[in-house]
């Protein structure tokens, strides 16, 4: 018997985590398989619908918007298959990144990297982009070896470096442009351990430093607190072990109190209070002590992040990344702003898929955000200019005025991502307002 869910004139409407994105579709339907879901993409068509599929809502885009059928993943979830001799695992799109990663461990088995949350579902965090930091190891999609697309004629394509390579090339962050992915194989290997290292820092020490602590590193990112010159790095390199994850109590108090409990009381008052920001912000700055533990990957790479916030993020040629930092410090200092979250460094190495933020480039990431509530447009502005300034790329699934004139200046391979949308998707079923503006008509 078909468990597909379908609810039609939905009277609450469909909002993003940070709930700056609200739509509302016709109707949702939560196929339960592949098949359910080519006849609801089928049935669209005839009723002249507009589909979207969605995740977890953690982009802070209108990626997934939609006035048409949305498309919920909730019954298309779990392992398909391990293949041990391939080391590879086979998952449903709509999978949660934490269960895929606990159920891997559970089987002595790990991702290579991963982003630092584990909220999104497998076929959202991929499709937008989603990436932790790494010296080698790249993007959550750069680890895809195959996928499962549902496109706009129904049919079902395997894609694979083998078979239809030219929309695997694409379709590993396709943006939802290229159809529905229903189910994704990724590279996994032994499971290992991580030590990381958290370690304050001041910001002319790190940027000072910044090559050397990539070069050293497997794993290098920092946070800068804005109104400081302190920050705070995290070093995770693999290791021999023992496992020693943190204490029960002292984890708690670094990632529960201080990162999400104070954090989230103190952005509060900031909100309420501007003029008090700087003076939290050097408080917070030195609340974070130095502190090394030994996990499997996942219990290292994600934590928690219950404070909301809206985030923008670009993407640098990696040898631009101090540079475009100082003159966010600088524009920050000389500016009436008052900026409560810190703001985040990460890096990739090149990537050879087409609209990947690194595709082609060794890459340095840097992130703004401010909480949610507070009125962000006037610090995402500025700091844009200064990201666009050195031919920046804006994450799929962050916030950005960026368009499909610009995006065609920034990717070598834009134009074959177009032409790919074109002939898979002619009339534009899988369109929304957000892709008519980063990919256009």
Known sequence: MSRTSVTSGTSSPWRNWAGNVTARPVREVSPASTEELVDAVRRAAEDGLKVKAVGTGHSFTAAAATDGVLIRPDLLT?????????????????????????????????????????????????????????????????????????????????????????????????LGALGVVTAITFTVEPVFLLTAREEPMTFDKVTAEF??????????????FPHTGNCNTKRNNRSAGPAAPPGQIGGWIEDELLSNGVFQLACSVGRAVPATIPAIARISSRALSARTYTDIPYKVFTSPRRVRFVEMEY???????????????????????????PVEVRTAPADDIALS?????????????????TPYQSYFTAVERLMTAH???????????????????????????????????????????????????
Not at 116 to 136: E, F, K, L, P, W
Not at 315 to 340: H, N, T, Y
Not at 357 to 373: D, Q, W
């Open 78 to 174: 779990g392992i398909r298959e391990i293949d041990r001799t391939a080391m590879t695992v086979t998952v449903e799109a709509g999978t949660p990144l934490k269960r895929l990663n606990t159920a891997l461990a559970r089987e002595g088995l790990s991702l290579a990297n991963m982003g630092d949350i584990m909220d999104q579902t497998v076929a959202g965090a991929t499709s937008t982009g989603t990436h932790g930091t790494g010296r080698d190891s790249a993007s959550i999609a750069a680890q895809i070896k195959a996928l499962e697309l549902v496109t706009a004629d129904g049919s079902v394509l395997t894609c694979s470096e083998k078979e239809n390579p030219e929309i695997f090339a694409a379709a590993r962050i396709g």
């Open 357 to 373: 933020t690194a595709s082609g480039r060794e890459t340095a990431y840097i992130a703004v955000h401010l909480y949610r509530g």
């Open 315 to 341: 993407a640098l040629p990696r040898e631009a990344a101090v540079g475009a930092l100082r003159e966010v410090r600088a524009m920050i200092e000389r500016s009436p702003l008052r900026v409560s979250f």
């Open 391 to 441: 031919g920046g790329r804006p994450h799929w699934g962050k916030v950005h005025t960026r368009d499909a004139e610009y995006f065609s200046e920034v990717y070598p391979r834009f134009g074959e991502f177009t032409a790919l949308r074109e002939r898979l998707d002619p009339e534009r079923l899988f369109a929304n307002d957000y892709l008519r503006r980063v990919l256009g008509d």
């Open 211 to 224: 090559d050397a602590l990539f070069a050293e590193n497997e794993h290098f990112e920092f946070y800068w």
